[in-house]
Nanobody, 120 residues
Framework: QVQLVESGGGAVQAGGSLRLSCVAS????????MGWYRQAPGKQRELVAN????????NYADSVKGRFTISRDMAKNTVYLQMNSLKPEDTAVYFC?????????????WGKGTLVTVSS
């Protein structure tokens, strides 16, 4: 089991910045990737960014490239999402995700989510 606790959401005006944090605990030694997803009202959950455990490569949704940066502090078991130049369309609940290698395949763990609201 992996537990994920997000923090850092809030309300901000367009053009502003926020930094999300996600602290992981539990059986994290088999984590293959960690990342952030978001879900806006009436829409499906989508990948925002993730970072691969081995090597640290990153992936971003096209809509956030150049504005968001994902990073990690392995000593603190924490993943961050720095969000700059926020737009109203970034408004969503942001979920931390950990992908863990299980016996029969990957298992996804999720945090409870943190709300980001961007006003125009």
């Amino acid at each position: 089991q992996v537990q994920l606790v997000e923090s850092g959401g809030g309300a901000v005006q367009a053009g502003g910045s926020l930094r999300l944090s996600c602290v992981a605990s539990g059986s994290i030694f088999s984590t293959t990737a960690m990342g952030w997803y978001r879900q806006a009202p009436g829409k499906q959950r989508e990948l925002v960014a993730n970072i691969i455990t081995d090597g640290g490569s990153t992936n971003y949704a096209d809509s956030v490239k150049g504005r968001f940066t994902i990073s990690r502090d392995m000593a603190k078991n924490t993943v961050y999402l720095q969000m700059n130049s926020l737009k109203p369309e970034d408004t969503a609940v942001y979920f931390c995700n950990a992908r863990v290698r299980g016996t029969w395949g990957d298992i996804n763990y999720w945090g409870k989510g943190t709300l980001v609201t961007v006003s125009s």
